[in-house]
């Protein structure tokens, strides 16, 4: 099967909304439904609810293991750790930049450092 994460998705979606809204507007079959050479009844409205859940579970499971969407999944997860990486060096940087400044204000210096010192130092004990 050859579709893509997109068209995937928006199948899952299409059959969700459908189904959900016809659950919400209680729809009820009037007559005779006749899908693939099988009949249904009115009276088989058991048998639309469970292949309408069936229909969502095969759209979801198809859009779940599609290749498409574990790629979007690995890239997003890398994306999430480098960005949890950065705002921990962010943080031991403040940390850092303020105990520094601190010290250098109790012992009356002048002196300020600065935020791009800190980071020389953090990459220097990185590598």
């Known amino acids: 099967m050859d579709d893509t994460p997109d068209k995937l998705r928006r199948n899952l979606i299409f ?34 609810w469970t292949a309408a859940g069936v229909a969502i579970l095969y759209c979801g499971m198809r859009y779940h293991f599609s290749e498409g969407r574990r790629k979007q999944y690995q890239d997003s997860k890398a994306e999430y750790l480098r960005q949890i990486q950065k705002d921990v060096k962010n943080w031991i940087a403040d940390q850092e930049l303020a105990k520094r400044n601190r010290i250098a204000r109790k012992s009356g210096s002048e002196v300020t450092f600065e935020r791009s010192e800190i980071w020389i130092k953090l990459s220097e004990n990185a590598t």
């Not at 059959?15 to 899908?35: D, F, M, N, Y």
């Open 15 to 48: 059959v969700s909304a459908l189904t959900l809204a016809a659950w919400w507007l209680r729809a009820e079959p009037s007559g005779t439904l006749s899908i693939l050479g099988t009949t249904l009844a009115s009276h088989d409205r058991d048998r639309l």
